[in-house]
């Protein structure tokens, strides 16, 4: 399976970087997966958490609130007004 670049940034700094299988966010239309391959998408990120499980399987999660997603050649950007890495 084909790994995806991901970028997770608030209005003020980078979240997180780095390379994944899967990433999960909440859109407006609802929750969305995406894995390699996934076709281009640009979607309205909606308050809620967000789930990046990283090539090794750990699970990297944040919260995130208002912003937008944006998947294209396996690169995901998420940009949100606030975002946060959870405990």
């Known amino acids: 399976m084909t790994d995806l670049q991901v970028s997770l940034v608030s209005a003020d ?19 969305i997966g995406i894995l390699g391959g996934h076709e281009p998408l640009l979607a309205i990120l909606a308050s809620g958490e967000v789930r990046i499980t990283v090539t090794d399987g750990t699970v990297i999660k944040a919260n995130a609130a208002d912003g937008f997603l944006s998947v294209e050649n396996n690169n995901v950007t ?10």
Not at 13 to 31: H, L, M, P
Not at 78 to 87: H, N, P
């Open 13 to 31: 700094n980078e979240v997180w970087s780095g390379q994944a299988k899967q990433v999960v966010a909440r859109t407006t239309e609802g929750e």
């Open 78 to 87: 998420i940009v949100a007004r606030d975002a946060e890495l959870s405990e």
